[in-house]
């Protein structure tokens, strides 16, 4: 599969009173076109931070140091842009466009005081101005109107609007009383895009649904908004972001089985942010670990959780109840450190049942120990045969 | 399993009133509990899961005595009392609970460790303070006592004089464990004592309370809206839907062959952590219909795949479907066949 999103080396750091956060410590992950890719881990290992690193929104205090997000906008995935190097400006247009992200608190993203249907819309006119400009143009050629002099005024406005959506002519316009009412046809245009699209989502009655406030829906059905939301635009990878943590299974599981779905017709590639390992093996095709910062294994789904290699990935295998086995969960000691001072060497040495003298000193890079399957640890790969030392599984 | 019971729920009611308007009149009611019946039996752990809003927090609080119920009745059979001698303690207020000694016997886990320890208090008084209102021990006894506590929950002396935001959120609920068991209780109300916690810290806390339960002869409600952990931790389970419960059984039994079509759609909805396991995924439509209005009838129905006539109009009433389970629902006896039709698994 050609690639469609890659971090080399990331570094993000918070400067917060307490300290330095070393919250990404040279992340490296490559997304693959078509594919779900799960990002899993403790929380506070860096999730969320990698994803507003490539994305580059990360919070205040919070400082990208190093490294960089390779983005291949082709289908080929031959050409790359880097993101880090880029104007803000591009990055809002690739923002909700070619990358959308979802995150957990579906009411901290949508505004408590404007209907669905209007925040729906807005992301169609922000980043879909010009093609509907062309569509309303369309559809003004067979339109009936009260006089012939309106049809050219209207017409004479949206084809400039279609050539140039920043047009200066057309924002003074939009200003202007009266005149303003030459984008009606254009707000009508993304209110019926808003309505398709929700209920392309299983939402019953979208017709009405987009005239509700979010206080009127339920965490499900602000989730499917959030969801259409990013959708669009048909982004080329959606981010979710514990999309479905808050939920309840019932309500987790329609959501679940929309992804799937949707990753089914369009081609769009998945990013999907979870610290619970049932949805990764549900709904991922690949997927990364991350502990304190570090990315310590990616591999295919299947082999990451018949085969983990990782110290870490394996005692998190351990520790969650699983379905058809029982007897005792196996945990491990100690918790996740803090990262204004964390651990020397591999982060995860100072709970790692299996740690050397070097751990401590090195951090271990990540490295092929199998066919598509990296690990970052000094005991896995050819060096020291790790199936002998964990005596398979 | 021990036969004798410890706790018994009688048609227990609770509904809050939401007042409205400017004259803060009565406008209606939340059914937050609509009729429970639940015998809890001495040294098991009960698992009471269920989706968010269904009224298991509030059974809890029930139980232990934090609330008074609408309706309906909850009986403690202590020990102390005498084999099958049973105390209603539905409308017993704290003095009277403390004079009969029940005070203490009784306890609760809350979900949230940050929110539930006092942040102003050291470890030490957190832990001592229930004791402190029970018995006069003397400084030097409380303080071993609760270094004493803080050892059979995983933590040593050196925390006693900390505060609690000092603390991991695995830390805090240890603390909070370790408050719990200060008045030697006999039954623990532990609601969704894991859910704030990331699962390596969530398999430490499981095992603690495990062995406490085996050490200290107690008795659990485990609260909870994640079924694997129930099928972790609990003997028995019962499923709860909108103030009601639908289905009680041994775990095992459950998880194995479940009769309710809500039941069926909680497990089968659950993400597995096993990529060799592919899940028959009934997908129910729609929401959980508020506890306000709650559907006529089987209050199911509404998102019952199964759901007839009957269903709309007549509310089921439990039916013991095996020795040991109880099942709520009108057409249980063709639910497994149903399922597999319709789902094929
Ligand atoms: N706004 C912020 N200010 C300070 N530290 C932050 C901020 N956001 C994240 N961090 C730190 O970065 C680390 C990674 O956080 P995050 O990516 O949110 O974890 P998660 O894996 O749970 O999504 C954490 O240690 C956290 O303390
Ligand atoms: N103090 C209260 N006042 C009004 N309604 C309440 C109160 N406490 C709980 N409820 C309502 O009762 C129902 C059951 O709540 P709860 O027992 O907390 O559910 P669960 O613990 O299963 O999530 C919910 O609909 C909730 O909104
Ligand atoms: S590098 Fe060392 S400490 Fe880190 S996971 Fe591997 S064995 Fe454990
Ligand atoms: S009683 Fe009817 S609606 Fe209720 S669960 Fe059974 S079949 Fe479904
Ligand atoms: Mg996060
Ligand atoms: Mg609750």
Redesign the interface.
Same mark, same amino acid.
């Not at chain 2, 990331?198 to 430490?204: L, T």
């Given at each position: 599969m050609p690639k469609l999103i890659e971090t080399r080396d990331l570094v993000t750091n918070f400067y917060t009173y307490e300290g330095v956060v070393k919250a990404l410590n040279k992340v490296g992950l490559v997304i693959e076109r078509g594919t779900t890719f799960g990002l899993v881990g403790e929380s506070g290992c860096g999730k969320s931070v990698t994803a507003r690193s490539m994305m580059r929104v990360v919070q205040e205090p919070g400082r990208i140091e190093g490294g960089q997000v390779l983005f291949y906008p082709g289908e080929d995935g031959q050409e790359a842009v880097e993101l880090l190097s880029q104007s803000e400006a591009y990055m809002q247009s690739l923002r909700g466009d070619q990358i959308s992200m979802i995150f957990q608190e579906p009411n901290a993203a949508l505004n408590p005081i404007m209907t669905i249907g209007d925040q729906v819309a807005e992301s169609f006119l922000f980043h879909r101005k010009k093609e509907m400009c062309a569509k309303v143009l369309e559809d003004l050629k067979t339109a009936d109107l009260p006089w012939p002099g309106l049809k050219k005024l209207l017409e004479f406005f949206y084809r400039r609007a279609a050539a140039d959506p920043g047009d200066r002519l057309c924002c003074w316009a939009s200003r202007t009383p009266i005149l303003k009412r030459w984008q009606q046809r254009l707000f009508r245009e993304a209110r019926r895009r808003s309505v398709e699209i929700i209920a392309a989502l299983d939402i019953a009655n979208a017709d009405q649904v987009v005239d509700r406030y979010p206080h009127n829906l339920s965490g499900g059905m602000k989730q499917r908004i959030l969801i259409a939301m990013a959708l669009a635009c048909e982004p080329l990878l959606l981010i979710a972001d514990e999309a479905t943590s808050n939920l309840d299974v019932t309500i987790q599981a329609q959501i679940l089985d929309l992804l799937r779905k949707l990753k089914k017709k369009s081609i769009s590639s998945i990013l999907l942010i979870t610290h619970d390992l049932g949805v990764v093996a549900e709904t991922c095709d690949r997927v990364g670990v991350m502990y304190a910062g570090s990315v310590c294994e990616v591999a295919r789904v299947g082999e990451l959780f018949r085969n983990p290699l990782h110290p870490y990935t394996r005692a998190l295998l351990d520790a969650v109840p699983k379905f058809s086995v029982s007897g005792q969960l196996k945990s491990v000691e100690g918790n996740v450190p803090n990262l204004v001072d964390p651990p020397s060497g591999c982060r995860f040495h100072p709970r790692c049942p299996l740690r050397r003298k070097i751990c401590a000193q090195r951090l271990p890079e990540l490295a092929l120990a199998g066919p598509d399957h990296l690990v970052a640890c000094h005991l896995a790969g050819g060096r020291s045969g790790s199936a002998q030392v964990w005596g398979g599984r | 399993m021990p036969a004798d019971m410890i706790l018994q729920l009688k048609g227990l009611k609770k509904h809050y009133p939401i007042l409205g308007g400017v004259l803060r009149k009565q406008i209606n009611t939340v059914k937050a509990l609509d009729g429970i019946d639940l015998d809890i039996y001495r040294g098991e752990c009960l698992g009471l899961v269920g989706?968010?809003g269904c009224g298991k927090t509030t059974t809890g609080k029930a139980v232990i005595r934090l609330h008074d119920p609408s309706e309906g009745s909850i009986f403690y059979y202590g020990k102390e009392h005498g084999a099958g001698r049973g105390v209603d303690i539905t409308g017993l207020g704290r003095r009277a609970l403390k004079k009969l000694g029940i005070r203490g016997k009784l306890q609760m886990v809350f979900q949230d460790p940050t929110t539930s320890l006092n942040p102003r208090m050291l470890i030490k008084n957190i832990i001592a303070e229930p004791i402190r209102a029970q018995n006069g021990l003397g400084a030097r006894q409380m303080e071993k006592r609760v270094a004493e506590l803080l050892y059979m929950v995983g933590l040593t002396k050196d925390h006693l004089l900390r505060y609690p935001h000092e603390f991991?959120g695995?830390?805090r609920q240890r603390i909070a464990v370790a408050r719990a068991i200060a008045t030697d209780p006999d039954f623990i109300v532990l609601d969704e004592p894991t859910s704030a916690l990331?699962?390596?810290?969530?398999?430490?806390i499981?095992?603690l309370l495990k062995s406490l339960q085996d050490s200290l002869q107690l008795t659990y409600l485990f609260v909870t809206?994640h079924?694997?952990?129930v099928?972790?931790v609990s003997n028995r389970t019962a499923v709860m839907y909108l103030g009601k419960i639908v289905e009680l059984a041994p775990t095992a039994d459950l998880?194995a062959s479940p009769f309710h079509p809500y039941t069926h759609?909680?497990l089968?909805?659950?993400?597995?952590? %096993? @990529?060799?396991?592919k899940?028959h995924?009934i997908?129910?439509a729609g %929401? @959980?219909p508020s506890p306000m209005n709650p559907p006529s009838g089987c209050r199911f129905h509404t998102?019952c795949p199964f759901a007839q006539e009957v269903c709309r109009r007549q509310e089921p009433v439990a039916a013991e479907a095996a020795p040991g389970r109880l099942v709520a629902c009108h057409r249980w006896q063709d639910v497994p066949r149903l399922v597999r039709e319709r789902f094929g698994k």
């Open positions: - | 989706e968010s991991s695995g830390q990331d699962v390596s810290v969530q398999a430490q499981l095992n809206h079924l694997l952990v099928k972790y998880f759609a909680l089968s909805g659950i993400p597995i952590p %096993d @990529v060799d396991h899940p995924r997908v129910l %929401d @959980v998102r």
